[in-house]
Antibody
Framework: EVQLVESGGGLVQPGRSLRLSCTGSGFTFGDYGMGWFRQAPGKGLEWVGFIRSKDFGGTTEYAASVKGRFTISRDDSKSVAYLQMNSLKTDDTGVYYC???????????WGQGTLVSVSS | QSVLTQPPSVSAAPGQKVTISCSGSSSNIGNNFVSWYQQLPGTAPKLLIYENNERPSEIPDRFSGSKSGTSTTLGITGLQTGDEADYYCGTWDSGLSTVVFGGGTKLTV
């Protein structure tokens, strides 16, 4: 059974940093890209970014709203994807979901989400 | 302001059929595959439809997807109260080089 489990959320002050982790199980983690979405309170889903598998260069893509502040990386030996969030803003508050993207930009598995609150 | 446009809400009675529309442009829906997701209250999104009209094996055939030009539609037949959720469409935008989603549609049964 495929499972994605996020961790690392919490309360952080504006301007500070936070790193989220996504641990995958039930599949060969290194064979897949990994992605992140977020959802502000009472709002819709917003794509954050993704990282390709090593076979496809391990390159990353980001939404304009987080480019330059957020970085996605992966450690296939641990089956973990990371979302490093720097220079956090109050607008970054929300639930962050880890997902598994497929070839034509659909996402077949989602984690349960982790809440990030950016507030002074 | 979402790149893909969905109605904020739709409603129908139990047992009836409902459709949820999602419109975009040639840079997204018009030239890329579309997927649909269901988000039950307080839970993570779940894949319903991929590649315009394909269903994961665990999704009942009450759910269907179709695409025409720069618009796509999710259909749900035999509505159940358990179908009350937010529904999102999503695709790749070749012009923006990003994944884009609709703002979501709240279904009331």
């Amino acid at each position: 059974e495929v499972q994605l489990v996020e961790s690392g959320g919490g309360l952080v002050q504006p301007g500070r940093s936070l790193r989220l982790s996504c641990t995958g199980s039930g599949f060969t983690f290194g064979d897949y890209g990994m992605g992140w979405f977020r959802q502000a309170p009472g709002k819709g889903l917003e794509w954050v970014g993704f990282i390709r598998s090593k076979d496809f260069g391990g390159t990353t893509e980001y939404a304009a709203s987080v480019k330059g502040r957020f970085t996605i990386s992966r450690d296939d030996s641990k089956s973990v994807a990371y979302l490093q969030m720097n220079s956090l803003k109050t607008d970054d508050t929300g639930v962050y979901y880890c997902t598994r993207p497929r070839v034509f930009w659909w996402f077949d598995f989602w984690g349960q989400g982790t809440l990030v609150s950016v507030s002074s | 302001q979402s790149v893909l446009t969905q109605p904020p809400s739709v409603s129908a009675a139990p047992g009836q059929k409902v459709t949820i529309s999602c419109s975009g442009s040639s840079s997204n829906i018009g030239n890329n595959f579309v997927s649909w997701y269901q988000q039950l209250p307080g839970t993570a999104p779940k894949l319903l439809i991929y590649e315009n009209n394909e269903r994961p094996s665990e999704i009942p055939d009450r759910f269907s997807g179709s695409k025409s030009g720069t618009s796509t539609t999710l259909g749900i037949t035999g509505l159940q109260t358990g179908d009350e959720a937010d529904y999102y469409c999503g695709t790749w935008d070749s012009g923006l080089s990003t994944v884009v989603f609709g703002g979501g549609t709240k279904l009331t049964v």
